[in-house]
DNA sequence: CTTGTAAACGGAACATAGTTCCACATCTAA
DNA sequence: TTAGATGTGGAACTATGTTCCGTTTACAAG
């Protein structure tokens, strides 16, 4: 279900829609051009210039935008696999703690893993139509992963049960926009006060912690 | 005391440091770059580029980088007023609703202004060194008068009171960066969201009431 | 009023970015 | 082996921030 066209940078080597297989060194190009850009974006952030990835890869920039028709695509291609680790942590924290308690640290997971892209919660949230793609993507795996946990822990009356998963996805990953350094913990104790204000008006709503 | 050097282009007609008199026209320009990038701001966002503002005020992008030797000087200039008012908002509101609903307000009034402004808080949170200024401004002026609010909630009783307002100015700035469209009314709730956040579990502080 | 000159001006030019184009090279099926 | 679909490289185009510098202008001193 969760495979979308997020790039034309899959179809594994098997034929494409055509009937004719891919050929060879165009399914090399695109794995030298993944594993680089994921060197890339670690070392330069998500922002890096198209030319430095197309060159960490041995390629021209024609071939990337070959594959890639847009920037964006290969930052979707890129953290792919880590959104769906990360919607695939949700079942899994669900089954060993409590809703409320799964619920928080499952949003501290989450933002755990955008700000550790530097560039990406900003790229996400810059509004450019190009990282539209992206944006769905990210929406279609994690929202049905975090409402399932909302909605447990709102069941279980540990949270209030009238806040959207969509807009905590998009307010946790406006958090972690700040990026970097120090800034840390900074993220992770104000995610930690608007997982509060969840449980706030909740029937739990006693002063602890 | 907030006159800082935010940007070249403050000095009232008098004499600069040097002291010889600033020149007509270069006053004139200055105040005609202003203007300009106040409307086309609002119409374009805070990226518009520089050579739309310069077109608009009537003048080279020369004459513009004269007196914003970066980009960010004129946003930096331009919004420096509007910060102000924000500031000076909190204690009227401080004495005109409890300390709870004061600062509940006065957080919202701040998601307000930055998130009227397209593009300011992608710009202030950007980690671009060249918004530095600005930012170093939006704290000076807003952090006081935040700190003020939340001590006062926090002394009633009505909120935590081991949350630094600084992290809390910069969480509100992150919510607002998403702008625009039907996103208003989301990025309310989110704010209240976190200020509820603060009332969970308050009595952190010596409070009484 | 004239004039010397520091200050200001304008916009061409440069640097960096994303993206497009297309002549040429390469792969693959027959 | 070979024809032609597919893929490639990188020059070139566009957009944008910024710098440079020859020219113009304000203004105070004479």
């Not at 024609?62 to 920037?71: A, D, I």
């Not at 009238?162 to 120090?182: F, H, I, K, N, Y």
């Not at 104000?190 to 029937?203: E, H, K, N, S």
Request: glycine share 10%; aromatic share 6%; proline share 4%.
């Amino acid at each position: 279900m969760p495979e979308e066209k997020i790039s034309t940078a899959d179809a594994s080597k098997r034929e494409g829609s055509t009937g004719r297989p891919v050929r060879a060194d165009a399914q090399r190009n695109v794995e030298a051009l993944l594993e680089a850009a994921l060197a890339v974006f670690a070392k330069s952030g998500v922002d890096a210039p198209v030319r430095e990835i197309a060159d960490a890869a041995g390629v021209g920039v024609g071939t990337f935008y070959r594959h890639f028709p847009q920037r964006a695509d290969l930052v979707a291609a890129v953290f792919r696999h880590e959104v769906d680790a990360c919607a695939d942590a949700a079942p899994i924290l669900a089954s060993e703690h409590e809703p409320g308690e799964a619920l928080a640290r499952w949003m501290q997971r989450y933002a755990d893993f955008i700000a550790t892209k530097r560039g990406l919660a900003s790229a996400l949230h810059s509004g450019h139509p190009a990282y539209g793609a992206l944006h769905a993507y990210f929406n279609e795996r994690l929202q049905p992963a975090l409402a399932g946990l909302l909605k447990a822990a709102a069941t279980a009356g540990e949270v209030r049960g009238d806040v959207e998963p969509e807009e905590l996805l998009r307010a946790v990953g406006s958090l972690c926009m700040q990026a970097s350094d120090d800034g840390r913990d900074q993220t992770r104790r104000m995610v930690a006060l608007l997982v509060d204000g969840l449980r706030y008006g909740a029937g739990t709503a006693r002063g602890d912690r």
